[in-house]
C-alpha cells in the first residue's frame, strides 16, 4: 500500500504534515523522516539566504490518477492541446504524459519521500533566485540525503521522466522503496486508470520507476 500511494497520510504513523512555514498551502504531508530532513535542509538553506518552499509532497493513488487521467481525456490541456486529438495513438499518448507525469501507481510520490520545491518549471531554475535555489540544492542536498531524481536526460540516463530540477527525494527511505518495487510490484498492479494498458508495453517500471539519476541510486 506505501508502494501504491494507498495511505491515508493525516492518519498514518509514517507520515508527518509539512510544516507551515515550508508549506505554499495547507494539508500537504510526507514519510515523517523525509520531512524531518527537510525541514533540517531548509533551516540551513536560509542561513545562506535561500528560502525552500514545498509546492507538492505526498500524492495517493487517486490523486495521481485525477492528474493522469485530465491529460488523457484532454480535461488538461498538453501542450496547447487535448490529446485525444493531438495523439490519438495509446502508447503514444502515454509516453507524451509520461514525459512529465507519472502512471498511477508509479510516482514517487506515493512513498512521501520526494518533495517539489519552489516551482514547476525548469527555467525558473535557469537564472535569478531559481538558480540560486538550484545551486544550493546541488551543492548541499545530499548532505541531508536528498537528490535531484530526474537529472537531464543522456547516455547516463537515457530513460524515463524529463528533467525535473524541482523534484528532490529523501533517498536514505526511497531507496529502500526502490528497491522492492520490481519485486512487490506487477504489471497487475498498474490498472483501473484511463490508458492503463499501455503500461507493460511501455515497461513503465523498468524505464519510468527505475530510470532515474544514477547519483541517487544508493
Given at each position: ?43 540551513a538553506a536560509a542561513t545562506d539566504g535561500v528560502d525552500l ?157 527505475q530510470g532515474i539519476n544514477p547519483a541517487c541510486k544508493r
Amino acid at each position: 500500500k506505501y508502494l501504491m500511494g494507498d495511505v491515508k497520510p493525516g492518519s498514518d504513523p509514517l507520515f508527518k504534515a509539512v510544516p507551515g512555514k515550508l508549506a505554499t498551502r495547507a494539508g500537504m504531508y510526507g514519510h515523517k523522516d523525509a520531512v524531518a530532513a527537510l525541514e533540517k535542509m531548509a533551516d540551513a538553506a536560509a542561513t545562506d539566504g535561500v528560502d525552500l518552499k514545498v509546492v507538492s509532497a505526498f500524492r495517493s493513488f487517486n490523486d495521481q490518477k485525477t492528474i493522469w487521467n485530465n491529460k488523457w481525456t484532454g480535461a488538461t490541456l498538453v501542450e496547447g492541446g487535448k490529446l485525444p486529438n493531438t495523439v490519438p495513438d495509446p502508447k503514444k499518448r502515454a509516453l507524451k504524459i509520461l514525459e512529465f507525469s507519472s502512471m498511477p501507481g508509479t510516482s514517487r510520490h506515493h512513498w512521501g519521500t520526494d518533495f517539489d520545491l519552489n516551482d514547476l518549471t525548469n527555467t525558473y531554475f535557469a537564472s535569478g533566485k531559481g538558480k540560486k535555489i538550484h545551486d544550493w540544492l546541488t551543492a548541499h542536498g545530499a548532505d541531508y540525503g536528498f537528490c535531484q531524481v530526474y537529472s537531464p536526460k543522456g547516455a547516463d540516463r537515457p530513460n524515463g521522466y524529463n528533467e525535473e530540477r524541482w523534484h528532490w527525494s529523501y533517498i536514505p527511505v526511497a531507496s529502500a522503496y526502490l528497491a522492492q518495487y520490481p519485486t512487490v510490484m506487477g504489471y497487475d498492479h498498474l490498472k483501473g486508470f484511463e490508458g492503463a494498458a499501455a503500461a507493460k508495453d511501455i515497461d513503465v517500471i523498468t524505464n519510468y520507476v527505475q530510470g532515474i539519476n544514477p547519483a541517487c541510486k544508493r
